[in-house]
């Protein structure tokens, strides 16, 4: 069985441009999770998606973060613009709902630099 | 909303040793606790889990311990090896709030 799928792997911008990362999810996952890891730390939620809705983004910084998963499978988040603070890794999860909690898979993560 | 705490930040170790990593929650209402392993460059993977209906859970050289009363889980790794060497996370979730709450992580060096 295929893992998460994420693209690119690194990615290196300057401050206030704009950035894209892909996510394609465990076939027949209908959760899909995006998480911030900053160095040092652990992941932190940004976004989850429960097929192609929203369940909860509110720890998304919705002024430059949006994310979207159409038809319920790939997932794209972008920011934009971009700031310092921003450079971590941004982690996909997918996930098979089952009884009360899911076991969460991640993909290898997109390393973004922001200079 | 949840805070989970993880102890201690690094451990080193010697080969053929045990290592014991904490880790304590606050939200009495988280019911599932996984632990993953990175390694440097890739993503989290899972390693072990234990739901709250359950005290403890050993997969080979990998158990997990969880006190419900004290709200603290703990991961122990026996006759550990220089490839156990990677961060270790802990992690908690509940009922209705799928997404993982994570602990600062732990480091763990295995020395040959």
């Known amino acids: 069985e295929a893992g998460v799928a994420q693209s690119p792997r690194y990615k290196i911008i300057e401050k206030r441009q704009s950035v894209a990362f892909w996510c394609n999810p465990i076939?027949?996952?209908?959760?899909l999770y995006w998480y911030q890891q900053i160095l040092g730390q652990g992941p932190k939620l940004l976004i989850q998606?429960?097929?192609?809705?929203?369940?909860?983004d509110s720890q998304l910084p919705k002024d430059r973060f949006s994310a979207e998963r159409l038809k319920g499978v790939d997932s794209t988040l972008k920011i934009q613009p971009a700031k310092l603070e921003d450079s971590a890794v941004y982690l996909c999860?997918?996930?098979?709902?089952?009884?009360?909690?899911?076991?969460?898979?991640f993909g290898p993560g997109t390393r973004l630099t922001v200079l | 909303g949840e805070n989970v705490e993880q102890h201690p930040s690094t451990l080193s170790v010697q080969e053929g040793d045990s290592a014991v990593i904490k880790c304590t929650y606050s939200?009495?209402?988280?019911?599932?606790f996984p632990w993953y392993k990175q390694e440097l460059g890739k993503g989290p993977q899972l390693i072990i889990d234990?739901?709250?209906?359950?005290g403890e859970k050993k997969d080979q050289r990998i158990a997990v311990t969880l006190n419900k009363t004290a709200k603290h889980f703990s991961l122990h790794i026996t006759e550990t090896q220089p490839e156990d060497s990677a961060v270790y996370f802990c992690?908690?979730?509940?009922?209705?709030?799928?997404?993982?709450?994570f602990g600062s992580g732990t480091r763990l060096q295995v020395q040959p």
């Open positions: 999860a997918s996930s098979f709902p089952t009884g009360a909690t899911d076991t969460q898979y």
């Open positions: 076939s027949g996952h209908a959760t």
């Open positions: 998606f429960q097929n192609n809705g929203v369940v909860d």
């Open positions: 939200d009495s209402a988280s019911n599932y």
């Open positions: 234990i739901r709250s209906n359950v």
């Open positions: 992690a908690a979730s509940k009922t209705g709030r799928r997404a993982l709450t």
